[in-house]
Structure formats: structure tokens, C-alpha cells
């Protein structure tokens, strides 16, 4: 059977301060596409997206306040969507305010993420200097000297946690090459740091300064 929603465009750009359309007509498709998305109707998931990913996205951008981070969210949530959609249950609640909430839920998951990974774990826990802590500025003019594919990885390993082996399936590489982009990555880095004046204290650079 054809679904009504085959006319949706398969992709949409996210817009700043896009208006939430309430309307009777707009809120009643919105339930039909519901309904057809938990019988596993794609076209519906896609109305639902075009729908309301801007209204999303403005959303979670007001809590995450970095653009780029709210398009991974925004994405993630209606990823999600795709099996969560079934755990809804219109009885008053809104289906949109219900995204809202799954999305704000996502929003704080990926803050609590971002403040529990600290700069130093860019390093050696036993070399890291706690200057360079305070200097986020330095820290980010040095991953600005490296390589894109370098700095993707050590962003995602470091920052958004994933595993080599996420990052591998990401960037379409092996996950042996992503081993190598890190470690090529880190040592980059780190000489740019030193060069900066705001590299880890080691043992070693203690010898080369008192010689």
C-alpha cells in the first residue's frame, strides 16, 4: 500500500526560529503519521522529521549553545525516534512536547558527556600539567594545526568518547588506521603544545631544561 507521506522530501535543512505549526489539520496528520511510523511506515518517520527537526534543533541549541553540537543532537534524536516512537502513547501529552523531552533528555546526556571529559585525558594522567587546563584557548589553536582527519579523531575519541572501533564505522576506515591517526594525532599535539608553551611537565623535558 502507498503511503500518504511518499510526497515528504527525503531531506531538510534545519532553520533558525522556524514557527511550530498547531494547526487542527497539521496536529491530525501529525497523529495519522505517528500511528503509520509504529507500523514501521518510513515515509511517516520522514514527515515526522521534516516536521519538526528545526523546531528540535532550535531547541537543543539553546541548551548545548554550539551550533555544530546541536545538528549531532538533533540528528541523534530522531535517529532514536526510530524505535523509541513505540513507547509513545498519546493520552494528553502531546506528541511534540514528548520529543521535546526526549531531545532535552539527549541534550543533558551529551553536556554531562562533554563536562566529564577533561582536557588532560588528551595525555598521560601521570605527565598532565594542570596549567594547561586553564588555557582552552592554546589547547584549541594546537588541534587547529592538525591534520582534519587527525583532529576528527582525537575529537571524537576524547570528546565525544567513542571507541576506535565507533570511529572507525564513522569515518568509513579501518579501525588499525584510526589507531594510527590517534597516536600520530596525540604526538602532533603535543610538539605543538610545547611549542606554545603549554605542554605536559615530563621527566624527560626536566633533564633536557636542567642540562
Not at 111 to 124: H, K, M, S, W
Request: proline share 4%.
Amino acid at each position: 500500500m502507498l503511503s500518504p507521506f511518499t510526497a515528504v522530501p527525503s531531506t531538510i535543512g534545519f532553520k533558525s526560529g522556524t514557527s511550530l505549526d498547531e494547526s487542527p489539520e497539521t496536529l491530525s496528520k501529525t497523529r495519522l503519521a505517528v500511528a503509520a511510523a509504529k507500523q514501521g511506515d518510513q515515509q511517516a518517520l520522514r514527515y515526522l522529521y521534516v516536521s519538526y527537526s528545526s523546531n528540535v534543533f532550535g531547541y537543543v541549541r539553546s541548551i548545548l549553545q554550539d551550533e555544530h553540537e546541536a545538528e549531532d543532537v538533533t540528528q541523534l534524536v530522531f535517529t532514536k525516534l526510530m524505535t523509541a516512537i513505540n513507547k509513545y502513547d498519546d493520552r494528553g501529552v502531546p506528541f511534540f512536547a514528548w520529543l521535546l523531552r526526549m531531545a532535552r533528555n539527549l541534550a543533558i546526556d551529551h553536556l554531562r558527556a562533554r563536562r566529564a571529559t577533561p582536557v588532560e585525558t588528551l595525555f598521560d594522567p601521570d605527565q598532565s600539567c594542570g596549567a594547561d587546563l586553564d588555557r582552552p584557548q592554546t589547547v584549541r589553536d594546537a588541534l587547529g594545526t592538525l591534520t582534519e582527519e587527525q583532529r576528527e579523531v582525537i575529537i571524537l575519541r576524547h570528546v565525544y568518547g567513542l571507541s576506535p572501533a565507533e570511529i572507525a564505522e564513522r569515518m568509513g576506515r579501518s579501525e588499525g588506521s584510526i589507531h594510527g591517526l590517534h597516536h600520530r594525532g596525540r604526538r602532533a599535539l603535543r610538539d605543538e603544545l610545547v611549542r606554545l608553551e603549554s605542554s605536559p611537565f615530563t621527566k624527560g623535558s626536566s633533564r633536557h631544561a636542567a642540562t
